[in-house]
């Protein structure tokens, strides 16, 4: 089918602030929105975005399409592309736009570090966990850490959601020293927290469920 | 100028254990081309071998790996990595990897391709996810500095001796010099050279040509592996822990072809037979439409495939709109995994001091001419550990080499004065013409199936096509995230060892493990039982041949 593209650009060195430009590609419904992008940059190769795996596993195409914040790579055409074929992409909002496609990840990796994002050992860890123990944990460990969910919803001077995601994972995690202490550290008052559960498995990419605690 | 005593390039499972490892004694620095989460280690679905069980033994493990390797895999390298496996993977689990559990709350196992037990510990089909994620939380911790989408250029000489690198950071578009004692290579594959590959588009091999154009020994890269079962058409990995889980191949006709080929092992044989046999089955007109076979999960059971495969279904229902609960999954085998790259030692140690690789740009060589499902992630823990404490020992006991600015000049002046280049101007040819064509010859033929005629016409042609490439305007300019560049610097990369695979297979004139020559369809160990040592020529590479570490294994018939 032929697609009419308006894609964002933004080159700090020249523009004073970010402009569409249209390309027009011609993909089949069953291709991504990734692939439509490598065309658009075949057609350019001065458009910039991030991308690597195309299999939703390593989480660099987080943009906004047509409106809504999620993975290029797992966004098929016909899921998205209308009857009148207009697809529109830009970066995420609530990261800073650095080029085109590409944000700041900095202050995202930054807000993982606040909530001392890895497991402190005990030291009578015997090296054994029950089986649905361990599967309690799968759903929050499989987070690709793409930043979708930051750009979807917020907590205001609060911990985000992603880090919110990787600190529940490790307060379940009974070899952890912290444990359920990680939650009192992490600060989410209820309302926001009823908004984490609510929107996250909507937004997430690997549909992550927040479960209730 | 930056300095750090260790610089570890590449930020997946192998440039992450050798950073951690490392970070207890040494200043280090983690240089990746992407966000280290987004390497892609965390691709990997299957698990990690390790013998764990009591019925199982390390010497069944080596003696696996070996004969999976068709006898070509380093013996004492392959002791090193089963004998290290079962501790890291219990370093692992106290580190915070959430690995499948048995009842008794013990690691469960499950069986992989060409393995005499079921020795892969998993995190369901996420594997590599998992422990990726953990090894960057531990990053973290240790506080190892990071520098996220830098690339590396070119490697810094004393001498001999390596005294830093020069980088390139993607966001500011600037140059940097960073002083170092040891450089660790952990930059993956070269998946991207094929047309069909499972692998990421970060995946271009830069560090293997990097190491390569520094005068590097690289070793048996026609050795190329082809997954047996990714999706028709995109290529994506569909993991053989759906075949481990009790997965069947079958063609149009509906039957089990497997047993026509390894009647023992079936679906579970080495991936090197089972991509052949589906080829085989294709070829001879037993292909669905004559184009690929299913691989059927129907009778496994929605549960079964929920915990144990959930990745496997998504990917299936996502890019080949199909529930494999019900419907069997249309499979060709694609590009997967090198088991050539850069030779080192059991320490990692390559023939240049100071420069060290681990992980797929390696060739230790502990997969031979065909890799196991489950090793390559075991590899780049154990091998990763390693390079670290070798780093550490060089460090401690090497001088810093001096790298004064009139050192570093004739270095920075020719990246300059492509950074500073304007913009391009029209022409014909592309980075993305030669790339394409470079990639149709190698999945053509340099693929599965390879014969003389073929090999030579692709070195031939590959030599044309890297004449075309130094007549390519680079796409200049000083913007930052400027993927045109990098894009042009990468096809370079894959240009230099497209070169070396093509080469090495026109040379080895028998077939054994991945590479298999119809005009020369045996295993030949009176004159082939060798590796193929590579390294830059004056005009085109220079091939010789290496011993292969036999201890215990003499070479027998490799049938499953």
């Known amino acids: ?213 | 100028m930056l300095i750090h005593e260790v610089l570890v390039v590449g930020g997946g499972l192998a440039g992450l254990m050798a950073a951690l490892t490392a970070s207890e004694k040494s200043d280090v620095a983690v240089l990746s081309k992407v966000y280290p989460t987004r390497s892609h280690s965390g691709a990997a679905q299957g698990g990690f071998n390790a013998v764990l069980g009591e019925d199982d033994s390390i010497a069944a493990h080596i003696f696996d790996t070996v004969k999976g390797s068709d006898y070509l895999g380093d013996q004492d390298a392959i002791e090193v990595l089963c004998s290290e496996g079962p501790e890291l993977i219990l370093e692992l689990e106290h580190m915070g990897v959430l690995w499948n559990r048995n009842p008794g709350g013990g690691l469960a196992q499950r069986s992989l391709g060409g393995a005499g037990f079921p020795r892969a510990c998993f995190a369901a089909d996420v594997s590599g996810h998992v422990v990726l994620h953990t090894l960057f939380e531990k990053a973290l911790e240790s506080g190892v500095k990071v520098y996220p989408e830098w690339h590396l250029l070119e490697l810094l000489f004393e001498g001999e001796q390596i005294a830093g690198a020069l980088v390139y950071d993607l966001a500011r578009a600037k140059l940097e010099i960073i002083r170092c004692k040891v450089v660790i290579l952990a930059t993956g594959g070269y998946g991207r050279a094929f047309a069909k590959t499972t692998n990421a588009y970060a995946n271009t091999g830069d560090g293997m040509a990097i190491a390569y154009r520094a005068g590097a020994l690289l070793s048996d890269m026609e050795f190329v592996q082809f997954h047996p079962t990714t999706l028709f058409g995109t290529n994506i990995l569909i993991s053989e822990a759906a075949r481990g889980e009790g997965g069947y191949l079958r063609n149009k006709d509906g039957e089990r072809f497997m047993a026509r080929y390894a009647p023992q092992k079936m679906e579970l044989a080495p991936r090197d037979l089972v991509s052949r046999a589906i080829f085989k089955e294709i070829k001879e007109g037993r292909g669905v439409e004559g184009k690929y076979v299913h691989l059927d999960l129907t009778h496994l059971g929605e549960e079964l495939l929920q915990q144990r495969l959930p990745q496997v279904k998504d990917l299936a229902a996502r890019y080949a709109g199909i529930d494999a609960a019900w419907t069997p999954i249309p499979i060709e085998p694609a590009q997967h995994y090198s088991m050539g790259g850069v030779r080192t030692d059991i320490w990692g140690m390559t023939s240049i001091p100071g420069l060290l690789a681990a992980g797929e740009v390696a060739n230790v060589s502990v997969h031979g001419a065909n890799r196991l499902g489950g090793n390559s992630l075991l590899e780049t823990v154990v091998f990763g550990r390693r390079a670290g404490q070798t780093a550490v020992r060089f460090a401690e006991k090497q001088p810093w080499a001096s790298l004064s600015p009139a050192d570093v000049t004739p270095y920075l002046e020719p990246w300059d004065s492509l950074l500073a280049g304007k913009a391009q101007g029209k022409q014909d040819d592309s980075p993305f013409k030669i790339q394409q064509e470079a990639t149709l010859l190698m999945t053509r033929q340099v693929g599965v199936f390879r014969d003389g005629p073929g090999l030579e016409d692709a070195v031939k042609r590959m030599a044309e096509l890297k004449e075309r490439y130094k007549k390519l305007i680079p796409p200049a300019g000083k913007q930052p995230y400027n993927y045109g560049l990098i894009h042009y610097l990468e096809l370079g990369y894959l240009l230099d060892l497209c070169e070396l695979i093509a080469g090495g297979a026109l040379r080895r004139t028998e077939s054994r493990g991945a590479h298999f020559r119809l005009d020369c369809p045996w295993r030949d160990d009176r004159n082939w039982l060798c590796h193929t040592i590579s390294r830059q020529g004056e005009r085109c590479p220079e091939f010789s041949d290496g011993p292969v570490s036999v201890t215990l294994y003499i070479p027998q018939e490799r049938g499953y």
């Open chain 1, 1 to 213: 089918m032929s697609l009419s593209l308006k894609i964002s650009r933004f080159n700090p060195e020249v523009d004073r602030e970010p402009y569409f430009q249209e390309f027009r590609v011609e993909m089949a419904g069953c291709q991504t929105v990734l692939d439509v992008l490598m065309e658009a940059w075949r057609q350019d190769p001065g458009l910039s975005f991030r991308r690597s795996c195309r299999s939703a596993i390593c989480g660099s195409c987080g943009v906004t399409i047509n409106g809504v914040p999620r993975l290029a790579c797992q966004t098929l055409i016909r899921e998205i592309a209308g009857h009148n074929g207009r697809i529109t992409i830009q970066p995420l909002p609530h990261f800073r736009q650095l080029k085109d496609l590409v944000v700041d990840l900095e202050p995202f990796f930054d807000s993982l570090k606040a909530i001392v994002p890895w497991l402190i050992t005990r030291w009578d860890h015997d090296g054994c966990m029950a089986p649905e123990v361990s599967r309690r944990m799968e759903g929050l460990a499989s987070c690709i850490l793409c930043g979708v969910c930051d750009a979807a919803f917020s907590n205001p001077g609060g911990t985000k959601p992603a880090a919110f995601v990787k600190g529940l994972r490790l307060a379940q995690d009974p070899r952890d020293v912290l444990n359920e202490a990680r939650l009192h550290v992490m600060q989410v008052p209820p309302v926001i927290l009823k908004l984490f559960i609510k929107k996250m498995p909507l937004v997430c990419p690997k549909k992550i469920k927040i479960p209730e605690i």
